[in-house]
């Protein structure tokens, strides 16, 4: 049967490096974005949100970008550290509920220290 | 505080059994959401609730998928007669309200496994 990852995109970077992870949507519709971290055998740990009114949003060591003319959203984090591996999903809501998200595919980020 | 919970963290099942699956959200927390998610997927919506009724149920899979939310805190999500596709990680979240700056909060998952 199938196994976890072996279809997920990788990223493999190492320890204090940058990464970037990539999402595409596909709903014009959607306003309301965020991206998930998911280790395994927990469920998904908020990082960080972004509106469609918005093109940039930081947090602590965590970037968000929107790109609405091509439907893409990218997650940056800074100093990437070993902690950081997970599964990372991008998510988008339309307005009327912005907790009835579409998750993407995932990516999962090894950090090699 | 104490995040979203979810009993049990791990449910064997025969098929063509019923199943039932709890999740207690986050104290004060109005909005309450299941999702299902699958080996190597994202998680897919199933229902939400604000409150204790369901507003919108548009992802359960069919009617042999059900949950309530009687006193607006504790929902439970049910399964009749259990078939080997309903194998999946099933996940709640919470969040405060629906709209503006309150993400989803979501509990560890219960792991379905039907034999």
């Known amino acids: 049967g199938e196994s976890v990852g072996l279809h997920l995109p990788t990223l493999s970077v190492q320890e204090g490096d940058n990464s970037i992870i990539n999402c595409a949507y596909s709903?014009?519709?959607?306003?309301?974005f965020i991206w998930y971290k998911q280790e395994s055998g927990k469920g998904p740990q908020f990082i960080i949100d972004?509106?469609?009114?918005?093109d940039k949003r930081q947090g602590q060591r965590v970037t968000v970008l929107l790109n609405k003319t091509v439907k893409h959203l990218s997650l940056q984090i800074a100093a990437t550290q070993p902690g950081d591996s997970a599964v990372y999903f991008c998510?988008?809501?339309?307005?009327?509920?912005?907790?009835?998200?579409?998750f993407g595919q995932g990516t999962i980020l090894t950090v090699h220290p | 505080g104490a995040g979203v919970s979810q009993t049990p963290s791990n449910k064997v099942t025969e098929k063509g059994k019923y199943v039932e699956l709890r999740c207690d959200p986050i104290?004060?927390?109005?909005?309450l959401y299941w999702y299902r998610q699958s080996l190597g997927q994202g998680p897919e919506f199933l229902i939400y609730f604000q409150g204790t009724g369901a507003a919108d149920d548009s992802g359960l899979p069919n009617d042999r998928f059900f949950a309530v939310r009687p006193e607006g805190s504790v929902s439970t999500l049910k399964i009749q007669r259990t078939e080997r596709g309903d194998s999946a990680v099933y996940l709640c979240a919470s969040s405060s309200r629906d709209r503006n700056n309150s993400p989803l909060h979501f509990g560890n998952g219960t792991r379905l496994t039907v034999t």
């Open positions: 104290s004060g927390h109005t909005a």
């Open positions: 998510a988008e809501a339309a307005g009327t509920s912005y907790g009835k998200l579409t």
């Open positions: 709903n014009s519709a959607s306003d309301y």
């Open positions: 972004i509106r469609s009114n918005m």
